[in-house]
């Protein structure tokens, strides 16, 4: 599989799925990103732009099972996740969008998307009420 | 006629002023603080600052009525995208026109179908190839729906098809030859026609084939 943006998030799903035994390639920008995967990081990293074709290609993507986009910018997760799924026929394309009206749309546009600012909302949301529930 | 124009930079802000000077409606959306302020000085309400891949934005920028054309000039290919799709999709925008910043993000815009694109590289190579005849072949026509281009192409001093009848040479497979231009005249050439350094040759094939074509053509 392949995680694209080694961030927080990026870089603990990909150690997760490399615990799990998943054969992980990891592409990021900044070769410094390679640090948050730890000394003992035995899947691939890649230094490169996550919308470079010739990267994706030499990342393995046409072979890829599984391709989590998590760079820090929402309009490059989605249409990298777009050519993952379109163009390369990954079977399990999961993407990461930030802005929940954008996550909404695309959502309704055939990509798997996780935004994590919707389930902060519903969560802090829930929280609040939770406590004013106690308070009565 | 109301036009949507997404990014305020060089290009986006000289359509601006041009459709404004023809009389039509604009509305430019400029995210960068220092250029926004730029733009509001020339042109007032007419630009609303922003991220124009926020739908927010676009809606307040007017996107629902919608706009006869959306012009996405950002300097980011997968802003750009994003604005086209959902201009399209989201809000029903008839015409869509996409910036290519990077040539190699090219393949994104064709999968998504957003079309008509503009590169300024792809531009100026379009007009060397055309320019420059040692180049070799030059793009006459691009048939996009029917995956067609026709090419011409001029027969190489020293090349190793000089001399042989046309039925002879391995043009590449599913191309024909449609005319031989030779001193300035026009033939429609049969298989048994002889082949000259120096004739061109317009040949109507695959784009993608030109390579091929150049080989055969110009190879000595």
């Known amino acids: 599989m392949l995680v694209i943006g080694s961030g927080r998030v990026g870089s603990a799903v990909a150690l997760a799925l490399r615990a799990a035994g998943w054969e992980v390639t990891v592409i990021d920008e900044r070769e410094e990103a390679l640090g948050r995967l730890g000394d003992d990081w035995t899947g691939e990293f890649l230094v490169g732009h996550g919308m470079d074709l ?83 | 006629m109301y036009v949507l124009i997404a990014g305020g930079g060089k290009v986006g802000s000289n359509l601006a002023r041009t459709l404004i000077r023809e009389g039509h409606e604009v509305t430019l959306i400029e995210s960068r603080d220092t250029r926004f302020a730029q733009l509001e000085a020339e042109f007032e309400h007419q630009v609303h600052k922003g991220d124009a891949t926020e739908l927010f934005i676009l809606e307040r920028a007017g996107i629902e009525r919608p706009p006869d054309f959306v012009v996405a000039v950002t300097g980011d290919d997968e802003d750009n995208l994003v604005i086209c799709q959902l201009a399209r999709h989201r809000y029903g925008v008839p015409n869509v026109i996409a910036r290519v910043n990077d040539p190699r993000n090219q393949p994104y815009f064709d999968l998504l179908g957003i079309s ?65 231009v030779r001193d300035g005249k026009a033939e429609m050439p049969d298989d048994s026609l002889r082949l000259e350094s120096g004739d061109s040759v317009l040949v109507i094939l695959e784009p993608g084939k030109e390579d091929e074509l150049r080989r055969v053509l110009v190879r000595e």
Do not use: W, Y
């Not at chain 2, 300024?120 to 996009?144: D, Q």
């Open chain 2, 116 to 180: 008509p694109t503009v590169s300024a590289t792809a531009t100026i190579m379009a007009l060397i190839e055309h320019e420059v005849p040692a180049h070799g072949l030059i793009h006459l026509l691009e048939l996009k729906k029917e995956n067609l281009v026709i090419d011409e192409i001029t027969v190489g001093e020293r090349a190793a098809c000089a001399g042989k009848e046309l039925g002879e040479v391995a043009f590449p497979a599913g191309s024909r030859v449609i005319s031989v």
């Open chain 1, 54 to 136: 010739q990267l994706l290609r030499a990342a393995g993507i046409e072979d890829a099972d599984a391709v989590v986009v998590t760079t820090d910018g929402d309009n490059s997760n989605i249409v990298i996740g777009q050519m993952a799924q379109q163009q390369f026929g990954v079977p399990s394309v999961v993407v990461r969008i930030l802005d929940p009206a954008r996550a909404e749309f695309f959502a309704s546009r055939g990509l798997n998307v996780v935004c994590p600012t919707s389930s902060a909302i519903s969560t802090l949301t829930e929280a609040v009420r939770a406590a004013e529930g106690a308070l009565r």
